[in-house]
């Protein structure tokens, strides 16, 4: 920056570093959208689109921010828990803070259009974020902080579907709803759906009543490696590397020239990398935690029982790979939705191989539906 007699207003500027080894979150929370929600005509209680519009721009922050360990998100907000020994921008609170959310609301509206088409589905005016940052010392109080956000979900989805229900299903206006919900407690909203409503709570999606977790995870897919010989069927080395092909050293010029460059064969190789995944599970109790340490930056082998699988399930899962980038692989859940937001980045080969039949990017934030898939180590590298 250059010098000038001006630059004193520099002094002004508050420092807002925040304090070392402490879990930064960021929670965002949408503006006066009881207004927007009524004004853009989601469905009640719970809109999937705008649910997944959530998700998708949630997991775009993250793909840009990577000190992002986990994000949750319910409704309206989402909460993005950054690792305790980041150094993004310097700690600095009001940095953070504002690309976090300039970020996510930039991206609910870009892709506002994939979930939301048609003439009566445009966006009527620009929605808005806002966002403050808490700081948490102990992995207890940032457990605890999600276990609330995740509390509050269940308390205003139980609250929404009973209100609803009562509305659409017996036609009750929204006044008398409200009145007929006061002062009852969960078993009596239960009772309210069950008896009025032919509706079982238990059986609602768990996606509106547990929310959403974002994770970092790995994929696989696979990739063709050529392996190379001569016409004698002495094997040679052809590789490619970050761009760079090297080609068949000849032992001389003339077996060079008597022995052509022929396929020797084609085999499978594989390619991982890190993927923003979710899940719509309970991160109240420690099963979660026990089964992905590495959030809490626990990478030791007595964190989790060796050989365990699924914890819902209790089976270990086999493994399974896909055959291309489009086809997706290998994470943790049985049941998930996938977010690809890697921002075009280019996959480095692990060995020196040729690769073909497949492309080596990943397109921005598209979203694929899975279910079946298994699991795969966890940490990031």
Known sequence: ???SKFEYVRQFEIPDKCVPNCWIIVRIDGKNFHRFSDDHKFEKPNDPRALHLMNTAAAT???DFKDIVIAYGQSDEYSFVFKKDTTLYSRRASKIMTNVVSKFS???VFHWTKYFQGEEQHLQYPPAFDGRVVLYPSNKNMRDYLSWRQADCHINNLYNTAFW????????????AEARLRGTFSGDKNEILFSECDTNYNNEPEFYRKGTVLMWDKYVYKVD???PSNKDGAGTSTTKSKGTK????AESSEKSKS???KVGGIHTGLRTKPIVVCDHCDIIGDQFWLDHPHILGIDNDDAKPSGEGDSRTGQKPESKVFDNLDGIVEVPFPKHRLYKCDANETLSSSSSVQERGT???ISTSEVIDTVGCNVVTSDRS
């Open 225 to 227: 490696v050529i392996t």
């Open 61 to 63: 922050v993250m793909s």
């Open 165 to 176: 229900g009562l509305v659409i299903k017996k036609g009750l206006t929204r006044r008398e």
């Open 1 to 3: 920056m250059a010098k």
């Open 246 to 249: 090297h080609e068949p050293q």
């Open 106 to 108: 930039a991206s609910y």
């Open 359 to 361: 492309s080596d990017t």
């Open 259 to 261: 022995a052509p460059f």
